[in-house]
Nanobody, 112 residues
Framework: VQLQASGGGLVQAGGSLRLSCAAT????????MGWYRQAPGKRRELVAL??????TNYGDSVKGRFTISRDSENKVYLEMNSLKPEDTAVYYC????????WGQGTQVTVSS
């Protein structure tokens, strides 16, 4: 499984961004996909995931502001609204089948 992330960038607090992640390879084996993030000096944390049957799960800090969705078996999106400076981090797309597979990180910076 290979993952290609896109999106991210710089936005003011209260703004919105959209991240995309496309999976290629043995995508039929993917159980769930989603995003983690890591801010400087902090642990990597779950942002959101979506399963192969469409169930979703969100980190507590993003509930009600972020929405994960997918339009096919191999592409997922993360709509991020009402962004806060504490959302600033490198966001990593992942897919899980027999193992975790990671895309390249994409920087999200929210200015106050």
């Amino acid at each position: 499984v290979q993952l290609q992330a896109s999106g991210g960038g710089l936005v003011q607090a209260g703004g919105s961004l959209r991240l995309s992640c496309a999976a290629t390879g043995s995508i039929f084996s993917i159980n769930h996909m989603g995003w983690y993030r890591q801010a400087p000096g902090k642990r990597r944390e779950l942002v959101a995931l979506i399963t192969s049957v469409g169930s979703t799960n969100y980190g507590d800090s993003v509930k009600g502001r972020f929405t994960i969705s997918r339009d096919s078996e191999n592409k997922v999106y993360l709509e991020m609204n009402s962004l806060k400076p504490e959302d600033t981090a490198v966001y990593y797309c992942y897919g899980y089948s027999d193992n975790y597979y990671w895309g390249q990180g994409t920087q999200v910076t929210v200015s106050s």
